[in-house]
Structure formats: C-alpha cells, structure tokens
C-alpha cells in the first residue's frame, strides 16, 4: 500500500456577517457537518494548520474581518487507507469533458462520505464511472475528490463535478464567489401571498437541535433567497415555485420557505407539522411525497479552461412529476340543478346505484336539523327553542311557516345553513377527489354562486315539462299548487337556470329514459376527465423546457 500522506484541505471566504468571529469559532461551524468537533479543530489551528490571506495562523482566537480568504487542513491517514470506493452505479451525465462534469445526482443519495453516512454516497458512484477523479490519480480530497458544491441528501438535480485539481480550484472559486447561476423547483404547502418575493433571513444552527438549521436573530451568518410563484394547485393546496439562492447555506431554501410559512411538500424537519397533517390525508396525494420535493433543475457555470458558458437544466425525477400531476389531476366536481320536482333527485339515484360518490344537499340539511345537528343547535340559540323540538331538533313545519311568512327570517336561515352545507359539500369532493367524477345534487347552487367561485367544474341541469313537473311528480312529492309555486318562486327561472349549464338532461318520458339520460352524463363527464388529463401530460411536457428558457433570458438580462 502507498503510505504517502496527504492533507484533507478545506477553504472558505468569510463573510462580513461573521466580523468579529474567533477563528476557531468559525471553523467549528464550517466542520460541524464533517463530524469534526471544535476542539479539534482547535488543535489543528495550533499546529500550524490554519491561514487566513495566505498567513499562518496558530491562535483559536485571531478575530476574523470579514472578506478573508481561510483554509485549515489536517493530516489524513494513508492514501486508500480511508478513501471511498468505487460503487456500481449510472449517473446521468448532462456534459462531459477532460476537465469537468455536470451531472444529475438522484435523490436518496449523501455528495460526499460523512461519519454518519454509512451507506454509497454520491462520490462512490462518481467514482466508479469516472476513476480518474480519484485523490490518488487527481490530486484532489481523498474523500471529496470533485465536490465544488453540494446538495440535500433527498435534493435531486444537477451538480458541477471538477475532474482535476485546478478545475476544481477555479469551480470551487465562483461557487464561493456566487458567479455561479442557480435556479432549484420546490413544492411547497399552501401559496405565498406574494408571487415574486426575497428572503433576507440570516441563518445559523438551531439553538437546541444542533442537527438543524434555522432562521436566527443573533450571530446567523448571511442569507438571501429569492422565490417566484410558478403555479398554484387547486384550492391552493400546494405551490410549485422556482428559488434562487444568492447565498449558499446548508438547508437555506428548506429554512426560509418554513420561515416564511409554506415548507416544502415532504421535509419532516423544517415542516413536520404540515408534513404530519399530508400523510394524514385520505386520498392519494399522502403517499406521493416520499422525500422533501426539493429539485436543482438550472446551472448556469463558466467553464473553468475555456471560459465558455456552460448551461444545462434537467427535468425533475419521476416523484416530482408524480406529485405535480396528482395536485393538478382530481375528480370533475358536478353539480346537479332544476327546477323543484324536476326529477334530480332521481338522477342522484340513479349513480349512487352505480357505486358514485353522490352528495344531497338536502340530506345534509336534514341531518344539519336533526337533534344533534349544528344547524339545529344554530336556530335553537337565535330563535329560543321557537323553531324546535324537546329533543333538539328543528320543528321543520313551523320553520317552513315562517320562512313563508317572512323574507328576513327566511334570509337568516339560508345565512346559517348554507354556509354548513357548502363546507360538508367541500369536504365531500375533498374526500373524493382520487375518483373521476363527484355528483353533488344541489338545488339553489346558482342562486347561491357556488358556480363562480371554483366549487364545481360542470353544473348539469335537469329539465322537465312544466305539465309533468307540476302535476305528477308534484302529486308524487304530496306537494301542494301553492307550495310547489313558492318554492319556484326561491329559485331562478327555469330559463336562467337551463342557461348556465354545461350539460341538460332531459326528463321528459319514463325511468328508463331519464337513466339513459345519466349514461349521457357520465360519457360527458369521462370524456372532461380524460381531455383534464390530456391537458396535464401536455403541460408536463411543455413546463420544463419553458422554464429552462425562461431562467436563461433572465440570467442575460441580468
């Protein structure tokens, strides 16, 4: 075995934020993650390891100015003695020549070895596809032979590799000199107020859990990020946003998107109480965020011989993609509308029968008036027990009476309950969104405006011929003339209602034809599903080149 030393270097340019710091301090912090402890560090620096400007220095407690070029080192053990190995594995290359490397590392996967990290790391593979990095052949760090940069363990995305020791000196440089271009894609809970927003939070270990990092009011050192909204899921559930880094602190973009509110989708760190509440959810988006979704998609870094600029963006891995496709895929939300007697109800019936997930807003009305229901508990503390049973529900009669009698009172009621209805009606689509369609029969989603705030996709109309509506199915319904008029009187005219459907089905014969008229509906509703769908593989195509273009006109212009 070649017993030949070598030194495992490490370099920094100091922040002015960190002026004032001792020495020893400051690369307590820098090693922290290396598993090297400060006192360690401390004797290092004793030993002569340590120059600041080029000029040794042997005391822990030189006060740092800020702006200074800092290396320490420390004597490794033999060459191969502790060098990673060489570990079977493909890393997509996105350019390749004798000098560097970009590359995609994937997710799951530490950059360099680390003494908590004992499984194949990033350099291992690299390793094995590229031996000629290796310290040995190279020259550079045993253990991080062409690490310029880094990324999260569960961060996927492109990465700049030196493939000698003088492209890594001059990578290594611009990386430290933020001359280097960065864009990363983060999904994030909820959606920021703002579209296009800064971040200027500095950072520093977490008071109490020194494995995490956090925003700090004392002693952080600089950090700046820059966010812009992409797109926003239905309901603002999730946010896909682009993040540029102008600083490069570990965690930074995990940190400041919690700090600002909206974690990424996934991080059980930095937002592990919306991480909780995700995998909690009932349909499948809870099992489609296996890791922080956190991507470096964009580098734009000048060649370190030629000083050409290099380029390149790579699409986000198969997670990613699955996550965002199923934030904008869920089910069609019908709505389903007429006139009173019209033979709606029927046409809920008729798909419940079939297995749909079917809501009536009637039904929940008349829970919302049983003796538990908060809609009876409502009318009972405004009204004084007027409108209610011993047990506690709604004395529907006497209501009715005084809804008839007077438009405030019926005003007031409409106030209290349907704003329950309307959020039972949210959760039920909520609760179905994995399937292809979710009917809700809702007789007053017109007059009440559900149509225009983005609660139903298609409203379906279900037209019948007056003579039959007001004369058999009224019978049916044991209604009287005078009843079913006010009631039609509550509700828009059936002309205005028929207009602002998408879809009418026609009740104009018998029960076999009115569910023949459901089989019409559910073609149309399984053709707007699979023309949804269409319409998501499209934008998944098209997103990722687009954005890539767009952050490569913003560098120039910049």
Not at 99 to 118: D, I, N, Q, W, Y
Request: charged share 25%.
């Amino acid at each position: 075995m070649d017993q030949k030393k070598k030194m495992n270097m490490w370099q920094r340019t100091v922040d002015f934020s960190d002026r004032g710091m001792r020495l020893d301090k400051f690369w307590g912090r820098e090693l922290a993650d290396e598993g090297v402890s400060r006192g360690r560090v401390k004797s290092w620096i004793e030993s002569g390891m340590a120059v600041v400007d080029g000029q040794d220095v042997r005391k822990g407690k030189y006060k740092l100015l800020g702006g200074e070029r800092v290396a320490i080192g420390a004597e490794a053990l033999s060459i191969g003695e502790t060098a990673p190995k060489p570990v079977t594995g493909h890393i997509p290359v996105l350019f390749e020549d004798e000098h560097m490397l970009v590359v995609e590392k994937r997710a799951g996967v530490t950059t360099h070895p680390a003494p908590a990290e004992p499984g194949p790391t990033f350099v291992n593979y690299l390793l094995h596809q590229w031996p000629d990095i290796a310290g040995h052949v190279s020259g550079m760090d045993e253990q991080r032979p062409g690490i310029v940069h880094r990324l999260d363990k569960d961060t996927s995305g492109i990465m700049a590799v030196a493939r000698t020791e003088a492209a890594r000196l001059k990578l290594a440089a611009d990386f430290a000199d933020r001359k280097v271009h960065k864009v990363y894609l983060a999904i994030v809970h909820g959606c920021p107020p703002q579209s296009h927003g800064h971040i200027d939070a500095p950072m520093g270990r977490h008071p109490s859990q020194k494995t995490r990092m956090a925003v700090v009011d004392k002693g952080g050192r600089e950090a700046r990020s820059e966010y812009r909204v992409l797109w926003t899921g239905p309901r603002g559930l999730a946010s896909l946003v682009a993040v540029r880094i102008h600083t490069g602190r570990t965690h930074q973009i995990r940190v400041h998107m919690a700090h600002i509110g909206h974690p990424l989708v996934g991080d059980g760190v930095y937002g592990s109480r919306e991480n909780a509440e995700w995998s909690r959810r009932t349909d499948s988006l809870a099992t489609l965020a296996p890791r922080q979704m956190l991507h470096a998609f964009f580098l734009s870094v000048t060649h370190p011989v030629t000083g050409e600029k290099l380029v390149r963006w790579q699409a986000p891995p198969e997670d990613f993609q699955n996550l965002l496709a199923g934030l904008r895929r869920e089910c069609v939300r019908v709505g389903i509308v007429g006139m009173p007697g019209c033979g709606k109800s029927t046409v809920l019936k008729v798909l419940r029968e079939r297995q749909l997930p079917c809501f009536s807003a009637d039904a929940c009305v008349a829970a919302l008036y049983g003796p538990d229901g908060d809609g009876a508990s409502m009318i009972r503390q405004r009204f004084g027990g007027l409108y209610s049973h011993e047990d506690g529900s709604v004395d529907k009669p006497a209501l009715f009476q005084a809804m008839q009698t007077s438009e405030t009172t019926r005003r007031e009621i409409m106030d209290m309950i349907h704003p329950m209805v309307r959020h039972a009606c949210d959760e039920f689509f909520v609760a179905n969104r994995d399937a292809v369609a979710a009917y809700a029969e809702i007789p007053l989603l017109l007059e009440s405006g559900w149509h225009k705030d983005n609660r139903i996709d298609m409203v379906v109309g279900v037209s019948c011929p007056q003579e039959k509506r007001t004369g058999e199915l009224r019978r049916k319904r044991h209604l009287s003339v005078d009843t079913m008029a006010l009631f039609d009187a509550w509700q828009w005219p059936e002309k205005e209602k028929l207009a602002a459907c998408e879809v009418v089905l026609r009740n104009d014969g018998g029960l076999a034809d009115l569910a023949a008229e459901a089989d019409r509906l559910q073609s149309v509703v399984q053709d707007t599903a699979r023309a949804r769908d269409e319409d998501v593989a499209v934008w998944m195509d098209a997103i990722w080149p687009d954005l890539a273009e767009k952050f490569q006109i913003e560098e120039i212009d910049a």
